[in-house]
């Protein structure tokens, strides 16, 4: 999901996972499916409240 000011967020079962972007979106893109390829070791989860 795309919010308003430009973050984007991942529905995991019910949990929003703020993701960082390393550029903005291409335009018309908002609302559709992604696959995430990530190697384990590259993943970091830091807890946060919105």
């Known amino acids: 999901m795309l919010t308003e000011d ?3 967020l991942l529905d995991l ?5 703020l993701l960082d972007l ?3 979106l291409p335009a ?3 609302g559709t499916w992604v696959e995430l390829f990530v190697d384990r ?3 970091a989860l830091y807890p ?3």
């Open 6 to 8: 430009g973050a984007a």
């Open 13 to 17: 079962d019910g949990s929003a996972v």
């Open 22 to 24: 390393a550029e903005p």
């Open 28 to 30: 018309g893109v908002a």
């Open 41 to 43: 070791y590259n993943v």
């Open 48 to 50: 946060y409240t919105l």
